[in-house]
Protein backbone atom coordinates (compact mmCIF):
# COMPACT_ATOMS: atom_id res chain seq x y z
CA UNK A 1 0.00 0.00 0.00
CA UNK A 2 1.11 3.61 -0.67
CA UNK A 3 0.91 6.70 1.99
CA UNK A 4 1.94 10.19 1.83
CA UNK A 5 3.12 12.62 4.83
CA UNK A 6 2.74 16.63 4.14
CA UNK A 7 5.15 17.29 6.85
CA UNK A 8 3.56 20.73 7.37
CA UNK A 9 0.01 21.64 8.18
CA UNK A 10 0.32 25.55 7.45
CA UNK A 11 2.86 27.53 6.02
CA UNK A 12 2.60 30.75 6.15
CA UNK A 13 4.69 33.45 4.13
CA UNK A 14 5.16 36.97 2.82
CA UNK A 15 4.07 37.79 -0.62
CA UNK A 16 7.10 37.54 -3.27
CA UNK A 17 9.14 35.18 -1.35
CA UNK A 18 10.22 31.47 -2.10
CA UNK A 19 7.97 28.92 -0.82
CA UNK A 20 8.58 24.55 -0.48
CA UNK A 21 5.75 22.80 0.36
CA UNK A 22 7.36 18.88 1.87
CA UNK A 23 6.04 15.82 0.62
CA UNK A 24 7.14 12.54 1.84
CA UNK A 25 6.09 9.23 0.31
CA UNK A 26 6.10 5.37 0.94
CA UNK A 27 5.55 2.70 -1.40
CA UNK A 28 6.99 -0.75 -1.50
CA UNK A 29 6.18 0.08 -5.49
CA UNK A 30 6.86 2.28 -7.97
CA UNK A 31 5.08 5.35 -8.19
CA UNK A 32 3.50 8.41 -10.07
CA UNK A 33 3.09 11.69 -8.20
CA UNK A 34 1.49 14.64 -7.94
CA UNK A 35 0.13 18.10 -6.85
CA UNK A 36 -3.31 19.68 -6.20
CA UNK A 37 -4.58 22.90 -5.10
CA UNK A 38 -7.64 23.67 -3.42
CA UNK A 39 -9.27 26.86 -3.22
CA UNK A 40 -12.17 27.44 -0.95
CA UNK A 41 -15.07 25.84 -1.57
CA UNK A 42 -14.06 23.93 -4.74
CA UNK A 43 -12.49 20.85 -5.83
CA UNK A 44 -9.49 19.82 -6.27
CA UNK A 45 -7.14 20.88 -9.63
CA UNK A 46 -4.07 19.51 -11.28
CA UNK A 47 -1.08 21.37 -10.42
CA UNK A 48 1.98 19.53 -11.76
CA UNK A 49 2.38 15.35 -12.22
CA UNK A 50 5.55 12.91 -12.39
CA UNK A 51 5.25 9.99 -14.30
CA UNK A 52 8.98 9.34 -15.50
CA UNK A 53 11.89 11.26 -17.06
CA UNK A 54 13.36 14.49 -15.71
CA UNK A 55 13.14 14.89 -11.97
CA UNK A 56 12.42 18.43 -12.42
CA UNK A 57 8.51 18.81 -13.16
CA UNK A 58 6.85 22.44 -14.04
CA UNK A 59 3.40 23.02 -13.78
CA UNK A 60 0.90 25.93 -13.93
CA UNK A 61 1.03 28.93 -12.09
CA UNK A 62 5.10 29.02 -11.67
CA UNK A 63 5.01 25.84 -9.47
CA UNK A 64 7.37 23.39 -9.84
CA UNK A 65 8.85 20.01 -7.96
CA UNK A 66 11.46 17.85 -7.69
CA UNK A 67 11.66 14.06 -7.26
CA UNK A 68 13.52 12.53 -5.13
CA UNK A 69 13.89 8.48 -5.32
CA UNK A 70 16.63 7.89 -2.81
CA UNK A 71 14.57 10.64 -0.34
CA UNK A 72 11.03 9.07 -1.47
CA UNK A 73 10.35 12.97 -1.71
CA UNK A 74 8.18 15.05 -4.07
CA UNK A 75 8.41 18.84 -2.63
CA UNK A 76 6.76 21.68 -4.10
CA UNK A 77 8.23 25.24 -4.64
CA UNK A 78 7.70 28.56 -6.03
CA UNK A 79 10.18 31.00 -6.30
CA UNK A 80 8.04 33.98 -5.57
CA UNK A 81 4.67 33.76 -4.07
CA UNK A 82 1.40 35.66 -4.75
CA UNK A 83 -1.51 36.84 -2.86
CA UNK A 84 -3.73 34.55 -4.62
CA UNK A 85 -1.48 31.12 -4.16
CA UNK A 86 -3.63 31.11 -0.33
CA UNK A 87 -5.21 27.91 -0.81
CA UNK A 88 -4.48 23.79 0.46
CA UNK A 89 -2.06 22.09 -1.25
CA UNK A 90 -2.06 18.20 -1.53
CA UNK A 91 0.67 15.40 -2.51
CA UNK A 92 -0.93 12.57 -3.96
CA UNK A 93 0.79 9.15 -5.00
CA UNK A 94 -0.76 6.32 -6.91
CA UNK A 95 1.33 3.00 -7.77
CA UNK A 96 2.72 2.73 -11.56
CA UNK A 97 1.46 -0.48 -12.67
CA UNK A 98 -2.00 -1.45 -12.37
CA UNK A 99 -2.62 1.40 -10.08
CA UNK A 100 -6.24 2.89 -9.91
CA UNK A 101 -6.33 4.26 -5.87
CA UNK A 102 -4.87 7.71 -5.37
CA UNK A 103 -3.85 8.39 -2.45
CA UNK A 104 -3.67 11.86 -0.85
CA UNK A 105 -1.89 13.38 1.92
CA UNK A 106 -3.15 15.88 4.65
CA UNK A 107 -2.52 18.38 2.71
CA UNK A 108 -0.58 21.82 3.49
CA UNK A 109 -2.35 25.07 4.01
CA UNK A 110 -0.71 28.42 1.93
CA UNK A 111 -1.03 31.47 3.58
CA UNK A 112 0.55 33.93 1.87
CA UNK A 113 0.37 37.70 3.66
CA UNK A 114 0.54 41.32 2.50
CA UNK B 1 -15.21 20.19 -23.47
CA UNK B 2 -16.29 20.39 -20.21
CA UNK B 3 -14.96 19.26 -16.84
CA UNK B 4 -16.21 16.73 -14.15
CA UNK B 5 -19.94 18.42 -12.76
CA UNK B 6 -21.65 17.52 -9.53
CA UNK B 7 -25.20 18.07 -7.90
CA UNK B 8 -26.30 19.34 -6.41
CA UNK B 9 -23.38 21.27 -4.48
CA UNK B 10 -24.57 21.96 -1.35
CA UNK B 11 -27.04 19.79 0.56
CA UNK B 12 -28.64 20.40 4.31
CA UNK B 13 -30.81 17.33 5.86
CA UNK B 14 -31.84 16.37 8.86
CA UNK B 15 -30.64 13.41 10.51
CA UNK B 16 -31.91 9.67 9.45
CA UNK B 17 -33.03 11.71 5.86
CA UNK B 18 -31.71 10.13 2.69
CA UNK B 19 -29.77 11.79 0.09
CA UNK B 20 -28.34 11.02 -2.99
CA UNK B 21 -25.63 13.13 -5.27
CA UNK B 22 -25.09 12.63 -9.04
CA UNK B 23 -21.62 12.95 -10.95
CA UNK B 24 -21.54 13.78 -14.36
CA UNK B 25 -17.81 12.47 -15.88
CA UNK B 26 -15.82 14.06 -18.25
CA UNK B 27 -17.35 12.15 -21.05
CA UNK B 28 -14.92 10.14 -22.70
CA UNK B 29 -13.73 9.29 -19.39
CA UNK B 30 -14.35 5.39 -18.49
CA UNK B 31 -13.24 5.43 -14.75
CA UNK B 32 -15.36 7.53 -12.15
CA UNK B 33 -14.73 7.92 -8.14
CA UNK B 34 -16.25 8.75 -5.07
CA UNK B 35 -13.73 10.20 -2.35
CA UNK B 36 -14.85 12.09 0.69
CA UNK B 37 -13.27 15.08 2.29
CA UNK B 38 -13.09 16.54 5.95
CA UNK B 39 -12.01 19.85 6.78
CA UNK B 40 -8.12 19.79 7.52
CA UNK B 41 -8.03 16.11 5.81
CA UNK B 42 -7.04 15.21 2.20
CA UNK B 43 -9.35 13.56 -0.29
CA UNK B 44 -10.05 9.97 1.11
CA UNK B 45 -10.86 6.92 -1.35
CA UNK B 46 -14.39 5.78 -0.89
CA UNK B 47 -15.01 3.83 -4.04
CA UNK B 48 -14.50 3.40 -7.78
CA UNK B 49 -16.29 2.60 -11.12
CA UNK B 50 -14.86 1.35 -14.55
CA UNK B 51 -16.90 2.33 -16.90
CA UNK B 52 -20.63 0.13 -15.27
CA UNK B 53 -18.62 -2.02 -13.33
CA UNK B 54 -17.96 -0.87 -9.53
CA UNK B 55 -14.66 -2.79 -8.95
CA UNK B 56 -13.58 -1.18 -5.30
CA UNK B 57 -15.02 0.01 -2.05
CA UNK B 58 -13.41 1.02 0.53
CA UNK B 59 -14.29 -0.28 4.50
CA UNK B 60 -15.13 3.51 5.07
CA UNK B 61 -18.05 2.73 2.60
CA UNK B 62 -20.95 1.17 5.40
CA UNK B 63 -24.02 -0.12 4.33
CA UNK B 64 -25.84 2.94 4.75
CA UNK B 65 -23.68 4.04 1.18
CA UNK B 66 -24.64 2.93 -2.25
CA UNK B 67 -23.31 3.83 -5.58
CA UNK B 68 -24.30 3.03 -8.94
CA UNK B 69 -23.07 3.57 -12.92
CA UNK B 70 -25.63 2.21 -14.40
CA UNK B 71 -24.47 3.14 -18.06
CA UNK B 72 -21.49 3.75 -17.71
CA UNK B 73 -21.74 7.51 -17.77
CA UNK B 74 -23.14 9.67 -14.52
CA UNK B 75 -23.04 8.11 -11.26
CA UNK B 76 -25.21 8.48 -8.41
CA UNK B 77 -24.11 8.22 -4.50
CA UNK B 78 -26.97 7.38 -2.03
CA UNK B 79 -26.46 7.91 1.56
CA UNK B 80 -29.00 6.28 3.48
CA UNK B 81 -30.46 7.00 6.80
CA UNK B 82 -27.71 9.95 7.31
CA UNK B 83 -25.92 10.36 10.56
CA UNK B 84 -23.87 13.77 11.43
CA UNK B 85 -20.87 12.40 11.11
CA UNK B 86 -21.94 11.98 7.34
CA UNK B 87 -21.10 15.74 6.78
CA UNK B 88 -18.63 16.20 4.37
CA UNK B 89 -17.65 17.41 1.22
CA UNK B 90 -18.23 14.10 -1.24
CA UNK B 91 -15.65 14.66 -4.69
CA UNK B 92 -16.25 13.17 -8.33
CA UNK B 93 -13.68 12.62 -9.95
CA UNK B 94 -13.14 10.74 -13.53
CA UNK B 95 -9.61 9.46 -15.48
CA UNK B 96 -9.28 7.69 -18.79
CA UNK B 97 -7.57 3.91 -18.66
CA UNK B 98 -5.66 4.89 -21.61
CA UNK B 99 -3.96 7.68 -19.47
CA UNK B 100 -1.23 6.03 -18.25
CA UNK B 101 -0.84 7.98 -15.60
CA UNK B 102 -4.47 7.74 -14.72
CA UNK B 103 -4.60 11.54 -13.90
CA UNK B 104 -7.93 12.07 -11.91
CA UNK B 105 -9.68 15.36 -12.54
CA UNK B 106 -12.44 16.49 -9.91
CA UNK B 107 -15.65 17.95 -10.38
CA UNK B 108 -16.56 21.03 -7.57
CA UNK B 109 -17.53 18.37 -4.52
CA UNK B 110 -20.66 18.13 -3.04
CA UNK B 111 -20.53 19.77 0.10
CA UNK B 112 -23.30 18.01 3.07
CA UNK B 113 -24.82 18.73 5.99
CA UNK B 114 -26.43 16.34 8.57
CA UNK B 115 -28.04 18.29 11.50
Known amino acids: AQSVTQLDSQVPVFEEAPVELRCNYS??????LFWYVQYPNQGLQLLLK??????LVKGINGFEAEFNKSQTSFHLRKPSVHISDTAEYFCAVIRNTGGFKTIFGAGTRLFVKA | DTGVSQDPRHKITKRGQNVTFRCDPISEHNRLYWYRQTLGQGPEFLTY????????KSRLLSDRFSAERPKGSFSTLEIQRTEQGDSAMYLC?????????????FGEGSWLTVV
Open chain 2, 93 to 105: ASSLVADSGNTIY
Open chain 1, 50 to 55: YLSGST
Open chain 2, 49 to 56: FQNEAQLE
Open chain 1, 27 to 32: SSVSVY
